[in-house]
C-alpha cells in the first residue's frame, strides 16, 4: 500500500555498506536511494549478515525492484499499490488447498489414504477410524485438531465479515471451475468434515494424527516412507482425547470462570458447523 511502512531485508555473508535502489521496472529509472542499514539481529540460518532497505517514504504506485550496485544483486519485481494486496485471499486459500491431506488438486495425487489407528482411546489400540483428510499442519505431514479448527473458524468468520473479498474459482475437491459456493467455504468445508471425522460418536473426541516417526527428512506425502508399525506409507496413529485435566483443569479451582469454557465454546462450534454451506446466518460485528 501507498502508505504503509516498506522494509526489505537482504541476507549476506560478508559485510555490505552503502546505498541500495529502488528502480522502477518499466522505465528503468532509479526512483528511490536509501542507506542500507545493518539489523541489530544476529545472522540467520547459512547467512552471517542481514541489512534493513526502508523506503518508506516511497509512495507512488508502480512496479519496482531493489538493487544493490556494489553485490550486484536485483530482487523480483514487487507492486506499491492500493490494490497491492487484492488477489491475496485467494493466494492464501491456494496455499490451504496445497497443504491438503488426502487428495492435492495440484498435482492431482492422493495421499494418506489410510489415516487412522487409534491410541488412547475407550476402544481397543489400533481399532481403525476414518481420520482421512484435513491439512498437513506445516512443513511436516501431522494433523492437529487444534490448528485446523483454528484455521477453519477464521476462514468462515473472513467470509462473515467481508464475503465480497472472496471468488469462486475452484470446486470443493480445489479443481479449477465454479461451483456457486465460494472458494473460502468450500476450503472451510474441509476442514469441517475433517473435524468431524475426528468425533466420529457422541463422547469421543480424536485430535491429532501422526507424531514425531514422520520426521525422517524431506517426502512427499503420495509416497509418505514413515512407518507407525504397520508399515510404510500406510496407517497412521490417531491420538484420542482423553479428558485428562490440563491447562484449564489445573487453574479452574483459582478462575471458577473457567468452568464454563468447555459450554460456551459448544455453541461456536455448532454456528460454524452452519456455516458449512453458503447460508450461513451468523452476524458477527465487525
Same mark, same amino acid.
Given at each position: 500500500?501507498?502508505?504503509?511502512?516498506?522494509?526489505?531485508?537482504?541476507?549476506?555473508?560478508?559485510? %555490505?555498506?552503502?546505498?541500495?535502489?529502488? %528502480?522502477?521496472?518499466?522505465?528503468?529509472?532509479? %526512483?528511490?536511494?536509501?542507506?542500507? +542499514?545493518?539489523?541489530?539481529? &544476529?545472522? !540467520?540460518?547459512?547467512?552471517?549478515?542481514?541489512?534493513?532497505?526502508?523506503? +518508506?517514504?516511497?509512495?507512488?504506485?508502480?512496479?519496482?525492484?531493489?538493487?544493490?550496485?556494489?553485490?550486484?544483486?536485483?530482487?523480483?519485481p514487487f507492486t506499491i499499490s492500493?490494490?497491492?494486496?487484492?488477489? !491475496?485471499?485467494?493466494?492464501?486459500?491456494?496455499?490451504?488447498?496445497?497443504?491438503?491431506?488426502?487428495?492435492?488438486?495440484?498435482?492431482?495425487?492422493?495421499?494418506?489414504?489410510?489415516? =487412522?489407528?487409534?491410541?488412547?482411546?475407550?476402544?481397543?489400540?489400533?481399532?481403525?477410524?476414518?481420520?482421512?483428510?484435513?491439512?498437513?499442519?506445516?512443513?511436516?505431514?501431522?494433523?492437529?485438531?487444534?490448528?485446523?479448527?483454528?484455521?477453519?473458524?477464521?476462514?468462515?468468520?473472513?467470509?462473515?465479515?467481508?464475503?465480497?473479498?472472496?471468488?469462486?474459482?475452484?470446486?470443493?475437491?480445489?479443481?479449477?471451475?465454479?461451483?456457486?459456493?465460494?472458494? %473460502?467455504l468450500d476450503e472451510a468445508r474441509?476442514?469441517?468434515?475433517?473435524?468431524?471425522?475426528?468425533? &466420529?460418536? &457422541?463422547?469421543?473426541?480424536?485430535?491429532?494424527?501422526?507424531?514425531?516417526?514422520?520426521?525422517?527428512?524431506?517426502?512427499? &506425502?503420495?509416497?509418505?516412507?514413515?512407518?507407525? =508399525?504397520?508399515?510404510?506409507?500406510?496407517?497412521?496413529?490417531? !491420538? !484420542?482425547? +482423553?479428558?485428562?485435566?490440563?491447562?484449564?483443569?489445573?487453574?479452574?479451582?483459582?478462575?471458577?470462570?473457567?468452568?464454563?469454557?468447555?459450554?460456551?465454546?459448544?455453541?461456536?462450534?455448532?454456528?460454524?458447523?452452519?456455516?458449512?454451506? +453458503?447460508?450461513?446466518?451468523?452476524?458477527?460485528?465487525?
Open positions: 500500500m501507498p502508505d504503509d511502512a516498506k522494509v526489505a531485508v537482504a541476507f549476506s555473508n560478508r559485510a %555490505v555498506r552503502g546505498k541500495f535502489n529502488v %528502480v522502477d521496472v518499466s522505465s528503468g529509472k532509479t %526512483v528511490f536511494t536509501g542507506k542500507i +542499514t545493518p539489523s541489530p539481529a &544476529p545472522g !540467520y540460518n547459512n547467512f552471517t549478515f542481514y541489512y534493513h532497505l526502508e523506503f +518508506t517514504a516511497l509512495q507512488t504506485s508502480g512496479n519496482y525492484q531493489i538493487e544493490i550496485p556494489k553485490i550486484p544483486a536485483v530482487t523480483t492500493k490494490n497491492a494486496y487484492g488477489n !491475496y485471499a485467494e493466494d492464501l486459500l491456494g496455499f490451504m488447498r496445497q497443504q491438503r491431506c488426502g487428495y492435492n488438486p495440484y498435482f492431482n495425487h492422493t495421499c494418506h489414504e489410510k489415516d =487412522g489407528r487409534t491410541m488412547d482411546g475407550p476402544m481397543p489400540d489400533s481399532t481403525y477410524i476414518d481420520a482421512r483428510g484435513g491439512w498437513h499442519d506445516a512443513g511436516d505431514q501431522l494433523k492437529y485438531l487444534i490448528t485446523s479448527s483454528n484455521a477453519t473458524a477464521r476462514m468462515i468468520m473472513a467470509y462473515q465479515l467481508f464475503p465480497e473479498k472472496f471468488a469462486d474459482e475452484v470446486n470443493a475437491l480445489g479443481q479449477p471451475g465454479k461451483n456457486q459456493i465460494p472458494d %473460502v474441509w476442514g469441517l468434515d475433517w473435524i468431524h471425522n475426528l468425533h &466420529p460418536v &457422541p463422547g469421543q473426541l480424536f485430535h491429532q494424527v501422526a507424531d514425531d516417526r514422520d520426521h525422517i527428512g524431506w517426502k512427499l &506425502p503420495t509416497s509418505d516412507p514413515s512407518n507407525y =508399525g504397520w508399515g510404510k506409507n500406510s496407517y497412521r496413529v490417531a !491420538y !484420542y482425547a +482423553t479428558g485428562s485435566p490440563q491447562g484449564a483443569g489445573a487453574i479452574k479451582a483459582k478462575q471458577p470462570e473457567l468452568q464454563t469454557w468447555r459450554g460456551d465454546r459448544q455453541q461456536p462450534l455448532r454456528l460454524a458447523t452452519r456455516c458449512g454451506n +453458503t447460508n450461513c446466518t451468523m452476524k458477527p460485528t465487525r
